[in-house]
């Protein structure tokens, strides 16, 4: 059975038009998207938007100092500045961190050695016997020694 969100706002004791039915094919977003003060009725009332973007381009929310924990357990702190709905979405967001970036970079490398791993039957029959695990590991620091010098 589908459910129904309604939203209500009480405007009077005895008002009835105060309930907002909220379709659920929707997303509602209620926070703080700024550290700035909200808004205050006189200032709003003027402002009359079309559409999502003149309220973005209004209002132009932002969060700074967001607190990111790192690998060592430390803190980065980075700014978010929100332009559209799709700025919220995970890529947007990492697009804008160089945290979240680096962060991702070393997932997306460690799924790709997984799939690998999961693929290349050879790797990983060389994985189970311990004389090629051996022969792989000290290849591979041999090849990562080599990179680091053609960085230097």
Do not use: C, W
Not at 73 to 93: H, P, R
Not at 117 to 145: C, F, I, M, P, Y
């Amino acid at each position: 059975m589908a459910r129904k969100t309604v939203i209500t706002k009480v405007l009077d004791v005895d008002a009835q038009d105060g309930i907002i039915e909220f379709p659920q094919n929707r997303t509602l977003y209620a926070d703080q998207f700024t550290d700035e003060a909200p808004n205050t009725d006189e200032e709003r009332e003027g402002f009359k938007p079309k559409n999502m973007k003149e309220v973005f381009e209004h209002y132009q929310p932002s969060k700074n100092g967001i607190a990111l924990e790192t690998e060592e357990g430390g803190a980065v702190y980075e700014n978010f500045d929100f332009k559209s709905i799709k700025d919220f979405e995970d890529e947007q967001l990492i697009e804008q961190s160089k945290q979240l970036s680096t962060e991702k970079g070393k997932i997306d490398a460690y799924n790709a050695v997984i799939h690998q791993l999961e693929k290349n039957k050879t790797l990983r029959n060389a994985l189970k016997d311990d004389t090629a695990r051996g022969n792989l590991t000290n290849a591979l620091k041999s090849l990562l020694a080599e990179l680091e010098d053609t960085e230097k």
